[in-house]
């Protein structure tokens, strides 16, 4: 047995001894941490009771999303469901509680607080094991130390200290307890104290250059007897069409300077086709909008809405290329579409614009949207498709492309932020309100396709 696993081991057995017969004999253990942490926090509980050691406001859980963050923008109903009957006159107390209850857990995204809880959890195992259940809350500087010094003998890497930081931080916050490590530069010290001993080189990750996307725009079907093509069967030709998928996201991701949860979000009615020429604007006629109903740093959700132009060569053309590849595969919008009255809520019945491969590669996942783990690996096999070294990309390296080579033509900083819906110059961005959207596609027009 390795280190890790002894160590892990001889924890857990520690943990089952102290919560005692009838809690510790049927424990689950979340498989995904460091740390070893209970899969769930009903053992922490009994074990509470019987200490007589009041834990409900300890384990408060606050990480599914709300209702008004599922409402997609829709909130005024959603507050309508939600309000106390119009004809009764709620208490402040009863206010209070819906505005806990419904707004408050809107302080931090969904994923945050689901993080959290589990950063939790983890700190309450770990509690149990050092036998200090008890005394836990409020935290010292010292019981942070302590946890965060166990915790490194199961090899946690910084990242994950510090967000187990931060919930300790929210912990103390929610509960109106005193902030461990929160005097002036405390948080600071202590985790250049972590990064003094585990930085580390990391690999290179190149960007996806403006060479690379036109040789993704330029994967071909390999030449094969007459057939049926993919309707029929034919295996050449639904292997084609799977990776022809992982080119053409690659190569979209890239020119739009996206990040992968962002395209793995799409559905093919995000793709608004001629938009600008509709709208007057002739010389950009044929061209595409791509509207990105969220960022990451868009937690108010106004969107953002890249653009892709028309190629002079028609072999570049990515609105082409999806035209086509949308027609063998499938996915074209459907009828019950919402997206144009509704864009910042996901359409309900078309299909993925990149969907997942089923078992085999035989056929497209249409039921659901592609993870943006699944993304980034269909971005690095469309570059091993064309010859690329899967090992130096990752699916940054889209993102990273796509902001690079507009810098290296000379896009204005925050005309580019606009396309890439990049977090710096946040404040400038707001004011700006382009009379046309020819700089937007100087982003596209780097890339001379």
């Given amino acids: 047995?390795?280190?890790?696993?002894?160590?892990?081991?001889?924890?857990?057995?520690?943990?089952?001894?102290?919560?005692?017969?009838?809690?510790?004999?049927?424990?689950?253990?979340?498989?995904?941490?460091?740390?070893?942490?209970?899969?769930?926090?009903?053992?922490?509980?009994?074990?509470?009771?019987?200490?007589?050691?009041?834990?409900s406001e300890w384990l408060y859980d606050e990480s599914r999303p709300v209702a008004l963050e599922e409402c997609e923008g829709r909130w005024?109903?959603?507050?309508?469901?939600?309000?106390?009957?119009?004809?009764?006159?709620?208490?402040?107390?009863?206010?209070?509680?819906?505005?806990?209850?419904?707004?408050?857990?809107?302080?931090?995204?969904?994923?945050?607080?689901?993080?959290?809880?589990?950063?939790?959890?983890?700190?309450?195992?770990?509690?149990?094991?050092?036998?200090?259940?008890?005394?836990?809350?409020?935290?010292?500087?010292?019981?942070?130390r302590a946890f965060v010094w166990d915790s490194l003998a199961f090899e946690t890497t910084l990242p994950v200290l510090k967000h187990s930081l931060g919930a300790i931080k929210a912990w103390h916050q929610?509960?109106?307890?005193?902030?461990?490590?929160?005097?002036?530069?405390?948080?600071?010290?202590?985790?250049?104290?972590?990064?003094?001993?585990?930085?580390?080189?990391?690999?290179?990750?190149?960007?996806?250059?403006?060479?690379?996307?036109?040789?993704?725009?330029?994967?071909q079907l390999e030449p094969h007897p007459p057939c049926p093509g993919v309707a029929g069967g034919c295996t050449v030709c639904r292997l084609f069409l799977h990776q022809w998928r992982d080119c053409l996201c690659a190569a979209l991701t890239?020119?739009?300077?996206?990040?992968?949860?962002?395209?793995?979000?799409?559905?093919?009615?995000?793709?608004?086709?001629?938009?600008?020429?509709?709208?007057?604007?002739?010389?950009?006629?044929g061209g595409s909008l791509i509207n990105i109903k969220v960022r990451k740093n868009d937690q108010i959700r106004e969107g953002h809405r890249p653009r892709i132009g028309v190629s002079k060569d028609p072999s570049l053309d990515i609105n082409d290329q999806l035209t086509a590849f949308f027609r063998e595969a499938g996915l074209t919008p459907r009828k019950g579409c919402t997206k144009r009255s509704e864009p910042q809520a996901p359409c309900l019945v078309c299909p993925p614009m990149f969907p997942r491969s089923t078992r085999g590669g035989k056929a497209f996942d249409l039921s659901r949207l592609p993870r943006s783990d699944e993304v980034s690996a269909m971005i690095v096999r469309g570059l091993e498709h064309v010859g690329y070294d899967p090992s130096l990309f990752s699916g940054i390296s889209a993102r990273r492309g796509g902001i690079s080579t507009a810098i290296e033509k000379g896009v204005p900083e925050h005309i580019l932020w606009m396309q890439s819906g990049h977090a710096q110059d946040a404040a400038a961005r707001r004011y700006v309100r382009l009379g046309s959207p020819a700089l937007l596609y100087d982003t596209w027009a780097a890339f001379g396709l």
């Fill in 174 to 219: 929610r509960l109106q307890l005193r902030v461990p490590l929160d005097a002036a530069g405390d948080f600071r010290r202590f985790t250049y104290s972590l990064s003094r001993f585990q930085g580390v080189q990391r690999r290179i990750i190149f960007p996806i250059h403006a060479r690379a996307v036109r040789s993704l725009l330029r994967f």
């Fill in 1 to 55: 047995m390795d280190y890790r696993k002894e160590r892990r081991a001889a924890f857990q057995a520690t943990v089952a001894f102290r919560l005692g017969p009838g809690v510790g004999e049927a424990l689950g253990w979340n498989a995904r941490t460091t740390i070893p942490t209970l899969a769930t926090d009903e053992p922490i509980r009994l074990f509470a009771a019987r200490l007589r050691a009041e834990v």
């Fill in 76 to 144: 005024r109903p959603a507050v309508r469901a939600l309000a106390a009957n119009p004809l009764d006159v709620p208490s402040v107390a009863e206010s209070v509680a819906a505005f806990n209850a419904h707004i408050r857990p809107m302080e931090r995204g969904a994923r945050t607080r689901g993080k959290y809880k589990t950063h939790r959890l983890s700190i309450l195992t770990w509690a149990v094991w050092k036998g200090i259940l008890p005394q836990l809350l409020p935290m010292s500087d010292d019981l942070v």
């Fill in 254 to 285: 890239t020119v739009v300077c996206g990040r992968c949860a962002e395209t793995a979000a799409l559905q093919v009615c995000d793709r608004w086709e001629n938009y600008d020429g509709l709208a007057g604007y002739r010389r950009f006629e």
